[in-house]
């Protein structure tokens, strides 16, 4: 079946730049989506990318897609202690009406 | 900004009794969609609700699951006789629309639901 990979967790000084890694099998999937978990909270929706394009940014967000490897990576410049969460990729399946598959989510732990 | 709201925020129940979980999607979107994240695991998609019926549903959602739109607002999860592998965190999402239009899903906070 369809799969998205993420590595499990990723740590950074404050300050520096986080790069979160994720891979994909469906080369039909539509669009990618980055979501972000705090603890106890629900996913909140940061950024997405369509799958014809290979570069997004919005602010301190850069999302770089690699269609051909099925790679998908979220940037995250001078990051804070406040971005420490989960963060999950997920893609919208192709052969659905839009279910998102989802990865593992990569816990990012920011040290001051 | 609108948000999609879920009660209660956490749901204590014995196993075999049934469970409504809730959910106030946001008040324009079209889509709605539950998932569950059983602890350590993945998000997994249940099913989706468009126009007063399920568009699509996914092997976990069996015939002790069910989904409603009572009334304009409320989008409900049944599950009818509770087993201890229900313990999950169940995620409402609803979305504008869906297919090729980008129409992101938006989540609520989830239900954690422990099956005693």
């Known amino acids: 079946g369809e799969d998205v990979e993420q590595s499990l967790f990723l740590s950074v000084r404050e300050g520096d730049s986080s790069v979160i890694n994720c891979t994909y099998t469906?080369?039909?999937?539509?669009?990618l989506y980055w979501y972000k978990q705090e603890p106890g909270a629900g996913l909140q929706l940061l950024t997405y990318?369509?799958?014809?394009?290979d570069m997004k940014q919005d602010q301190r967000l850069t999302v770089l897609l690699n269609k051909k490897d099925k790679h998908l990576s979220l940037r995250i410049a001078d990051t804070q202690t406040g971005d420490s969460a989960i963060y999950f990729c997920a893609e919208k399946y192709g052969g659905s009406q839009g279910n998102l598959i989802f990865g593992k989510g990569t816990k990012l732990s920011v040290k001051p | 900004e609108p948000e999609v709201t879920q009660t209660p925020s956490h749901q204590v129940t014995q196993m075999g009794q049934e469970v409504i979980l809730r959910c106030v999607p946001i008040?324009?979107?079209?889509?709605f969609y539950w998932y569950r994240q059983i602890l350590g695991q993945k998000v997994e998609f249940l099913v989706s609700?468009?126009?007063?019926?399920?568009?699509?549903k996914s092997e976990i959602f069996d015939d002790q699951f069910s989904v409603e739109r009572p009334d304009g607002s409320n989008f409900t999860l049944k599950i009818r006789s509770t087993k201890l592998e229900d313990s999950a965190m169940y995620f409402c999402?609803?979305?504008?629309?869906?297919?090729?239009?980008?129409?992101?899903?938006?989540f609520g906070d989830g239900t954690r639901l422990s099956i005693l």
């Open positions: 609700f468009y126009n007063n019926e399920i568009s699509e």
């Open positions: 008040s324009n979107h079209l889509y």
């Open positions: 469906d080369s039909s999937s539509t669009y």
């Open positions: 990318i369509f799958s014809n394009m």
């Open positions: 999402a609803s979305s504008e629309g869906t297919g090729f239009r980008n129409q992101p899903q938006h």
